[in-house]
């Protein structure tokens, strides 16, 4: 985005993070500026790219996915070729909720959600261990999540 993010912006930004359904005329209130106006930035900032979509966050346990884990995978050989092939072969995976490149002893972690630790398992061995360049496969499950994903980037 080229354009300075003004006050006005940035108080839309966390208000639309802290509610993406919020009305424009609750928006425009919140931010103390017209309707008119206000849809007009927010339009902008939509166009721009800086707002990439709108979403809904589940939860994980009404919707029977009662395991996350975090696995950590290196893959066989480091190359834009192979990162290109995992990165693409893993987005097709439905339980791999997040995929991030890694520096240090590994290359990615995966955040993966199953419905049971059984289905965790068959997804490490059928599907993530089918997977040509990921050599080493850790995994760790998470027990409880203590602090509340937030959709919202903190620092706006």
Request: net charge neutral; hydrophobic share 40%.
């Amino acid at each position: 985005m080229n354009k300075k993010l003004d006050n006005i912006d940035i108080s839309i930004l966390n208000a639309l993070q802290k509610n993406s359904r919020i009305s424009n005329a609750d928006l425009s209130a919140k931010v103390n500026l017209s309707q008119t106006p206000c849809l007009r930035r927010l339009r902008s900032l939509e166009q721009s790219g800086l707002i990439e979509r709108y979403s809904v966050q589940l939860n994980q346990q009404m919707i029977g996915a009662n395991v996350s884990a975090f696995v950590f995978v290196k893959v066989n050989k480091n190359t834009s070729e192979n990162a290109s092939d995992f990165e693409t072969a893993v987005a097709n995976l439905s339980e791999v909720t997040e995929c991030c490149v890694l520096a240090g002893a590994h290359d990615y972690v995966l955040r993966v959600t199953t419905a049971t630790l059984q289905s965790f398992e068959l997804f490490l061995k059928e599907k993530l261990a089918n997977v040509p360049m990921a050599e080493g496969i850790e995994s760790t499950i998470i027990l409880n999540q203590l602090i509340k994903r937030e959709a919202h980037l903190p620092h706006i």
